[in-house]
């Protein structure tokens, strides 16, 4: 089945801790983004990327950082910068069309806490 | 910033009902228009897009767009208690070749029995 893979479901940070969020997907889907979601909040974009080695800002980036090696896989990094992660991180992807906007596919999401 | 409002919830409405979703965008350069349904502790899921003014249905949802107006909304028919959750707007604005969403808070839905 094709389908987005985020892991771990789970996860605490130790303060002064980076910590590594993974998103897979097997959807052939060129593009794939990161956003974060508090408690009653809609989603806010924190790092996109449309091709590999390559990826851009979106609103919420700092404290945060990405890689995109590889069209399947966009690993988010949570650093001991970002002073207030906890949070519902979900990662999604979608096509890129010429003619209209493709819709995107989220995968279940990683809840990170603070120790 | 790209401003999304939904209406504000919760919204509860009776098992059979009509429930109706709004939703106002001020990006007048949006192209192209996504609901989405998050059950609680869950991710967003898709259940209706659109892309021109005027009505799309699909089984019991029914999504309306004008555009003019920027405006758009989702009507739910024959709501049933497994409907309950948030709905999310999610208008796109469209960048050179990748388009962007952006997400309203969501309206709370509640269908009861």
């Known amino acids: 089945d094709g389908g987005i893979t985020q892991s771990p479901k789970y996860l605490f940070r130790k303060e002064g801790q980076n910590v590594t969020l993974s998103c897979e997907q097997n959807l052939n889907h060129d593009a794939m983004y990161w956003y974060r979601q508090d408690p009653g909040q809609g989603l806010r974009l924190i790092y996109y990327s449309q091709i590999v080695n390559d990826f851009q800002k979106g609103d919420i980036a700092e404290g945060y950082s990405v890689s995109r090696e590889k069209k399947e896989s966009f690993p988010l990094t949570v650093t001991s910068a970002q002073k207030n992660p906890t949070a519902f991180y979900l990662c999604?992807?979608?096509?890129?069309?010429?003619?209209?906007?493709?819709?995107?596919?989220f995968g279940d999401g990683t809840r990170l806490s603070i120790l | 910033q790209k401003e999304v409002e939904q209406n504000s919830g919760p919204l509860s409405v009776p098992e059979g009902a009509i429930a109706s979703l709004n939703c106002t965008y001020s990006?007048?350069?949006?192209?192209?228009f996504f609901w989405y349904r998050q059950y609680s502790g869950k991710s967003p899921e898709l259940i209706m897009s659109?892309?021109?003014?005027g009505d799309k249905e699909d089984g019991r949802f029914t999504a309306q767009l004008n555009k003019a107006s920027q405006y758009v909304s989702l009507l739910i028919r024959d709501s049933q208690p497994s409907d309950s959750a948030t709905y999310l707007c999610?208008?796109?604005?469209?960048?050179?070749?990748?388009?962007?969403?952006?997400f309203g808070r969501g309206t709370q839905l509640t269908v009861w029995p």
């Open positions: 999610a208008p796109c604005s469209r960048g050179s070749t990748l388009g962007r969403l952006y």
């Open positions: 999604a992807s979608s096509l890129v069309g010429q003619g209209s906007n493709q819709p995107q596919h």
């Open positions: 659109i892309y021109s003014n």
């Open positions: 990006d007048r350069v949006s192209q192209s």
